[in-house]
C-alpha cells in the first residue's frame, strides 16, 4: 500500500511539468505562448527512454522560470497535430515560438534539450552587454557568432540567418569595447565567428553567402563527435577526418589516434581547415550503418557526409607525415573512395538496415521474430498463388509460359503437339 503511494508521487509530480496535448492544441494556444514538444507513439521504445528526461526537462524549466512550456503528444491517437508539425518519425521534438516550429537536430540529453529549448525560446540575436558575459559566453560555448557595430544592411542579413540557425548555435551582438584588445577589425559592421581559441572575420567576397559560411563554420575545428552531430556536420559540405576510439577505454592506442589528429587539426590547420573537420568518436555505432558493417576501432578514416562515402588509409597510419598524405590523397583522389550513394549502395543499406533492426527481434523472441517474418511471406505466397491460378488457362502451362505474348503461348502448345 505504502510503496504504492510512493510509486504514484513522482508520476504525478512528473505530469504536472508536462502537459499531455491533442488535436485541440492549435486552436487553443495563444500565439505569444512558446512551447517545447515530444511527439511519442506507443510502441516506440526511445520515446520510453526518453520519458524520465522529458520529466525533468519540465520540472527544471519550470524551477528555472523558464517561459516555455513543455508537452507530450501521442501522435497515433492526435494525428491531426501531429499532422500539422508534419511528424515522420518519433520520438520527434519540436519548438513552437510566434507560430514557427523548430526542429530539434541533436542528441537526445536533457543537457542538448535544455539548451536547444534556451536558444529558441530567446531573441534569434542576444546582446553582450559587458566584457564579463563576453567571457562567460566564450567560456561556455565552442563556437560563438559575434555581431560587432551599429544597425546596419549586414545585421539584418546575420539576423535573417540566426532565425534559421538558432536551431543549431547561439548569435550575438556586441560593441568592439567589449570584445577583447588582440581582436583586431579592419573595419565595421563586422561578423566575428569564434572557435578553438581563435577568431574569424567573414568577408563577404571571400567567404559567400552569410548564411552558407556559418553553416559550413558552426563546428570546432577538432572534438568529441557523436551521431546526431556527425549526420549534422553533412550539411557543413566539408570532410571530416575521424579517430573511432573504444567507448572508455582510453589505453595507449587509442590516445595515439586522437591526439594524432589533434595535431594535425592544430599545426595545419591552415592547409586543411577549408576542406576538413577534425575529430573523435567513442561510439561507432553511426560509422558501422555508415559502412554497413563493424567499424575498426581503435582506427582512422576520412567520411563524406554528403555522399555518405568514406576512406580508409591504405596502409596503417603511424607517423604525422602519413597522415597528411592520407589526407592529401583523399584530396587529389588518389586514395580510392568507399561506399557512396549510388543506387547499390542505397539497396544495399536498406538491406543492411531492415536486417539490424530485425536482428534484435529474433534475438529477444525467435518465435516472434518468425511470426513476423514468415506471416506476411505467407500472405504473400497465398496471393502470388491465387493470382496465378485465377488466370484463365494458365493453369497447365509450362513455368515459363506466363512470360510469352498469348498468341506465343498458342503456338507453343501447337508445336508441343506436333511433337508428340
Ligand atoms: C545581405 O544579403 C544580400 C542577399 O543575400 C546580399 O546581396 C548583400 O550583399 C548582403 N549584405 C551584406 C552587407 O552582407
Ligand atoms: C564528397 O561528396 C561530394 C558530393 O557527392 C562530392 O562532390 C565530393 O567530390 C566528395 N569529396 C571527395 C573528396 O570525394
Request: charged share 25%.
Amino acid at each position: 500500500m505504502e510503496t504504492g503511494l510512493l510509486l504514484l508521487v513522482p508520476v504525478l509530480l512528473g505530469s504536472a511539468f508536462v502537459e499531455e496535448l491533442d488535436d485541440t492544441f492549435m486552436e487553443t494556444t495563444e500565439p505569444e505562448e512558446i512551447w517545447l514538444i515530444q511527439f511519442y507513439a506507443p510502441w516506440c521504445s526511445f520515446c520510453k527512454q526518453l520519458d524520465p528526461v522529458w520529466h525533468q526537462i519540465g520540472s527544471e524549466l519550470r524551477s528555472l522560470g523558464s517561459p516555455v512550456r513543455v508537452g507530450k503528444s501521442d501522435a497515433t491517437v492526435s494525428t491531426g497535430l501531429a499532422k500539422e508539425f508534419k511528424i515522420r518519425n518519433y520520438p520527434a521534438i519540436l519548438m513552437l515560438k510566434n507560430n514557427v516550429k523548430f526542429n530539434y537536430p541533436g542528441s537526445r540529453t536533457k543537457e542538448s534539450i535544455m539548451d536547444f529549448a534556451d536558444r529558441v525560446s530567446g531573441p534569434p540575436v542576444r546582446s553582450l552587454s559587458s566584457t564579463h558575459l563576453f567571457q562567460h559566453a566564450i567560456s561556455h560555448r565552442d563556437v560563438l557568432v559575434i555581431y560587432v557595430g551599429a544597425t546596419s544592411e549586414l545585421k539584418g542579413n546575420l539576423t535573417a540567418a540566426a532565425e534559421e540557425l538558432i536551431v543549431h548555435t547561439y548569435f550575438f551582438s556586441a560593441s568592439r569595447e567589449i570584445l577583447p584588445q588582440e581582436v583586431t577589425l579592419p573595419s565595421l559592421p563586422a561578423v566575428l565567428l569564434f572557435k578553438d581559441g581563435t577568431y574569424f572575420i567573414y568577408d563577404e567576397e571571400q567567404d559567400g553567402d552569410l548564411k552558407s559560411w556559418i553553416k559550413r563554420e558552426r563546428f570546432p575545428n577538432f572534438f568529441l563527435i557523436d551521431g546526431y552531430t556527425l549526420y549534422a556536420m553533412g550539411e557543413s559540405g566539408k570532410l571530416v577526418l575521424l579517430a573511432l576510439l573504444e567507448e572508455r577505454h582510453l589505453c595507449e592506442e587509442n590516445l595515439r589516434y586522437k591526439h594524432l589528429v589533434e595535431k594535425v587539426a592544430t599545426e595545419h590547420k591552415d592547409t586543411y581547415s577549408r576542406k576538413f573537420y577534425f575529430g573523435f568518436m567513442e561510439d561507432s555505432s553511426y560509422i558501422d550503418g555508415l559502412i554497413m558493417g563493424e567499424a575498426l576501432v581503435p582506427s582512422l578514416m576520412v567520411v563524406n557526409l554528403s555522399n555518405d562515402g568514406y576512406f580508409l588509409p591504405p596502409a596503417p597510419i603511424e607517423t604525422e607525415l602519413q597522415l597528411l598524405d592520407f589526407l592529401d590523397g583523399v584530396l587529389d583522389g588518389s586514395v580510392e573512395a568507399l561506399g557512396g550513394n549510388g543506387f547499390t549502395q542505397r539497396v544495399r543499406r536498406f538491406l543492411y538496415e531492415t536486417r539490424m533492426t530485425l536482428m534484435p527481434v529474433f534475438r529477444d523472441a525467435p518465435v516472434l521474430g518468425c511470426f513476423l517474418i514468415g506471416f506476411p511471406l505467407a500472405v504473400g505466397c497465398v496471393f502470388c498463388y491465387l493470382c496465378i491460378k485465377n488466370r484463365p488457362g494458365s493453369a497447365d502451362d509450362d513455368e515459363d509460359t506466363p512470360l510469352l505474348a498469348p498468341s506465343m503461348q498458342r503456338k507453343k502448345k501447337l508445336t508441343e503437339k506436333k511433337s508428340d
